[in-house]
C-alpha cells in the first residue's frame, strides 16, 4: 500500500526543507500537510472526505427529492435520468436517499470521536497521571466495558435508550470509550516520567498545568491518529446497527437500512444494494487512508497500534 | 501456570463487574420493560401479572440475589415469548455460532498468515500488495456487504453453497458454513497478514535466525522451526483481542446467511422485547470473550516457553 511507504519526496522540497522556517517543519500542520498532500491516494482521500461533509451539510438545499417520499408508479425503477440512482421499493429516490444517509453516517463517526476523545482522555489521563485507588477504579472499570463485543453492547444500549440519532451515538461510543482511554492511559504513562515533568514539577508548576501542558500536549500525537482512525470504525459500527434494523429506522435514510432494505430484492434491483455500499465502503476508506497517512506523517516509527482497536470498533 | 493462575484471579472481578453491568443494564430499560413488553392493549391487570412473573416486583437487591444465584446454577430465567428456559436457547444457539466464529478465525489465519509469510519474505512483491490493499479493505468492507456480495456470486448467480440455514447433515453444516466464514473472517484476514509480515521481519533480523542459517539450515527449518514460533505471538494477540469483534460479526453474518444463532436469537428478543433472552445472550457473549481471552494466554504459553517461568 502506498501509505505505508517510505515517504516520497520529491527533489525540490528535500532541497527546499532546510530553509522552511523551524516552525512549519515541526507544527502539526506543517508535517501533515507536507506528507499528506503529497500523494494522488491520500489527496482523492482527503478531497472525497471534503466533497462529502460538504454535501452532508448542504443537503438540504440540494435540488433533490424528498429522501421520504414515496411513489407507486415508480417502484424499483433503475437508474435513469429522472432517477440517477434509481428507486427503491417504494418508489423513493435511492440519490437523494444516499446523499442524507451521508449526513447520518459523518454526524455518528464525528459524534462519537468527539464524545470517545472527551471521555477517553479524560479517563485516560487521570488513571494514567495518578497513581493509587482513583487510577484502580476507572481501569477495572475500563476492563469491565472491555469485557463486552462492541457491537453487542451498541445493540443493548439502543434497545435500553431507545433508537434515535443521540442515542445510536451514546451506544456506540460505550464501547470505543474504554479502548480510547486504553490507548490515552499509555502514551500518558509514557510521558509522565519524562524529565521535563519532573522539572515542570520542580519549578513548581501547578497538577493541572503539568497534566495539561506538559504531559496531555506531548501524548496528543497517538490521539490524534487514533480519532481519525475512529471515524470511519464508528461509521462502520452504525451502519452495521442499522443493517440490523436496530439504531436509526426507516424512513430515515441510513446506509445500513438501506442496504437491509435492498437484500431482498437483490437479483431483481441490485442497484438499491449497491449505491449505499459504495458509499459506505469509499467513505471508510477514504478516512482509513486519511488515517494512515495522518499516522505516518506524525510518527513514521510507530506501528499500527490502532489496528486491532479498528477493527473492534468496526464490525 | 502461576501466570495463568493470575490471569484467572484477575479474570473474576472483571467478569463479576461485567455481570452487574448487565444486570443494571435490563433495569435501567426507561419506564417499565412490563409495560412495554405488553404494548399499549395491555390492562393493568396483566402489566401487573407480567411483574411477578419477571421478579420485578420484588425489591431490588432481591432481584439482584436472585440473578447471581440463578447464574451460579446456569438458570437465566424463563423466554417471555417462547415460554422456554433461556439456557436451554442459548445452548441451541450457540453451537452455530461458535461454528462460525471458529470458521472466521480459521480462514483469517489460513489465509491471513502464509499471505504475511510471502510478504515478508518477498517484500515489494505482489503478494506484499495483496497484503496490505487486503488489510485496507478488510477494515472498511462492511461484513454485511462482503456477505452480500459472496451471497449473491455464490449462492443466487452460480447455486453452488446454500443461501440460508446451518445445515443437518455434516457435510451439509460444512457447506453451510463456508460463505458466513469467509465473510466474517475477511476483516481479519489482511490484519492477520500485516501483523505476521512485521512480526517475521523483526524475527528475522535476530542473531538466533542467523545462527540457524549459518548452521546451514534450510529456509524452510528456519522459518518454520525458529521464526515462526515467536513471529506468531502477536498473531495471536491481535486474534485474541479481536474475538469479541469477530462474535459481533458473526451475529451480523448470521443475518444475511439467515443462520440460527446467537445474533438471531438476540434479534429476535430484541423485537419482542425479551428481557430474559437479551440478558442471556449478553452474558454469554461476555463469558465468551473473557473465556477465549483466557485460552489465547494458554496458547502463549504453549507457543512462547518464556511465558511459561
Redesign the interface.
Known amino acids: 500500500m502506498t501509505v505505508g511507504d517510505a515517504v516520497d519526496v520529491p527533489l525540490p522540497a528535500r532541497v527546499a526543507a532546510p530553509v522552511r522556517p523551524a516552525a512549519d517543519s515541526f507544527s502539526l500542520h506543517g508535517r501533515v500537510s507536507r506528507t499528506v498532500l503529497r500523494k494522488p491516494l491520500i489527496l482523492a482521500s482527503a478531497l472525497f472526505i471534503v466533497a462529502a461533509v460538504g454535501s452532508a451539510v448542504v443537503v438540504p438545499t440540494l435540488p433533490l427529492g424528498d429522501p421520504t417520499e414515496q411513489s407507486v408508479v415508480r417502484r424499483l425503477k433503475p437508474p435513469s435520468a429522472e432517477n440517477v440512482l434509481g428507486t427503491d421499493r417504494l418508489g423513493r429516490d435511492i440519490l437523494s436517499r444516499v446523499m442524507w444517509g451521508t449526513r447520518i453516517s459523518l454526524t455518528v463517526g464525528i459524534g462519537v470521536v468527539a464524545i470517545s476523545a472527551l471521555f477517553g482522555t479524560l479517563v485516560g489521563l487521570l488513571s494514567g497521571y495518578f497513581s493509587g485507588a482513583l487510577a484502580d477504579v476507572l481501569m477495572r472499570v475500563v476492563d469491565i466495558l472491555l469485557a463486552f463485543p462492541p457491537l453487542i453492547l451498541a445493540m443493548v444500549m439502543v434497545t435500553v435508550l431507545g433508537s434515535s440519532l443521540q442515542t445510536v451515538v451514546v451506544a456506540i461510543s460505550i464501547g470505543v470509550v474504554p479502548r480510547f482511554a486504553r490507548v490515552a492511559r499509555a502514551a500518558i504513562l509514557a510521558i509522565r516520567e519524562r524529565e521535563y515533568v519532573l522539572g515542570a514539577r520542580a519549578l513548581g508548576a501547578s497538577t493541572a498545568r503539568i497534566m495539561l501542558r506538559h504531559v496531555l500536549l506531548n501524548a496528543i500525537d497517538p490521539l490524534i491518529v487514533l480519532c481519525t482512525l475512529l471515524v470511519p470504525a464508528a461509521i462502520l459500527t452504525e451502519a452495521l446497527l442499522s443493517f440490523l434494523g436496530l439504531g436509526i429506522t426507516e424512513p430515515t435514510p441510513t446506509w445500513g437500512n438501506m442496504i437491509n432494505n435492498g437484500r431482498l430484492v437483490l437479483r431483481e434491483a441490485p442497484w438499491l444494494t449497491f449505491f449505499p455500499s459504495a458509499a459506505i465502503v469509499l467513505t471508510v476508506i477514504a478516512f482509513n487512508l486519511l488515517g494512515d497517512a495522518i499516522r505516518d506523517a506524525l510518527d513514521p516509527n510507530t506501528k499500527d497500534f490502532a489496528a486491532p482497536m479498528r477493527a473492534t470498533g468496526g464490525a | 501456570m502461576r501466570r495463568l493462575f493470575e490471569r484467572l484471579v484477575q479474570l473474576v472481578?472483571?467478569?463479576v463487574?461485567?455481570l452487574v453491568?448487565v444486570f443494571a443494564?435490563?433495569r435501567?430499560?426507561?419506564g417499565d420493560p412490563a409495560a412495554a413488553m405488553l404494548g399499549t392493549n395491555a390492562t393493568p391487570q396483566s402489566v401487573a401479572d407480567l411483574r411477578s412473573q419477571l421478579g420485578l416486583d420484588r425489591p431490588l437487591y432481591q432481584q439482584f440475589v436472585d440473578y447471581f444465584l440463578g447464574l451460579a446454577q446456569l438458570d437465566l430465567g424463563r423466554s417471555l415469548a417462547l415460554r422456554t428456559p433461556v439456557s436451554t436457547l442459548l445452548w441451541q444457539a450457540l453451537g452455530p455460532t461458535l461454528l462460525l466464529t471458529l470458521g472466521g478465525t480459521l480462514v483469517s489465519v489460513v489465509v491471513g498468515v502464509p499471505l504475511g509469510i510471502v510478504a515478508a519474505l518477498r517484500r515489494g512483491s505482489w503478494a506484499d500488495?495483496v497484503a496490505?490493499?487486503g488489510?485496507?479493505?478488510?477494515?472498511?468492507?462492511?461484513?454485511?456487504?462482503w456477505g452480500?456480495l459472496l451471497?449473491?456470486t455464490f449462492s443466487?448467480q452460480w447455486p453452488l453453497l446454500p443461501s440460508a440455514g446451518a445445515g443437518a447433515d455434516p457435510l451439509e453444516v460444512v457447506r453451510a458454513l463456508i460463505l458466513p466464514s469467509l465473510a466474517t473472517g475477511f476483516?481479519?484476514v489482511g490484519?492477520v497478514a500485516?501483523?505476521t509480515r512485521?512480526s517475521l521481519l523483526s524475527v528475522l533480523a535476530h542473531d538466533y535466525v542467523r545462527t540457524a542459517r549459518a548452521k546451514g539450515l534450510g529456509p524452510q527449518a528456519v522459518i518454520g522451526n525458529h521464526a515462526l514460533r515467536n513471529g506468531l505471538i502477536p498473531v495471536l494477540?491481535?486474534i485474541g483481542?479481536?474475538l469479541?469483534?469477530?462474535?459481533?460479526?458473526a451475529?451480523?453474518a448470521e443475518?444475511?446467511f439467515t443462520r440460527p444463532g446467537l445474533g438471531r436469537l438476540?434479534?429476535d428478543a430484541?423485537?419482542a422485547r425479551d428481557y430474559p433472552v437479551?440478558q442471556g445472550?449478553?452474558v454469554v457473549?461476555?463469558l465468551?470473550?473473557?473465556v477465549l481471552n483466557l485460552l489465547v494466554d494458554v496458547l502463549y504459553s504453549a507457543v512462547d516457553p518464556r511465558v511459561r517461568a
Open positions: 472481578p472483571t467478569t463487574g461485567a453491568l443494564l435490563m435501567i430499560v426507561p500488495y496490505s490493499v488489510a485496507l479493505l478488510g477494515i472498511s468492507i462492511p461484513v454485511f456487504v452480500v451471497l449473491l443466487l476483516f481479519q490484519l500485516r501483523i512485521s494477540t491481535v483481542l479481536n469479541g469483534t469477530l462474535l459481533g460479526g451475529v451480523v443475518t444475511v438476540m434479534l430484541i423485537s437479551i445472550v449478553v457473549s461476555v465468551f470473550v473473557v
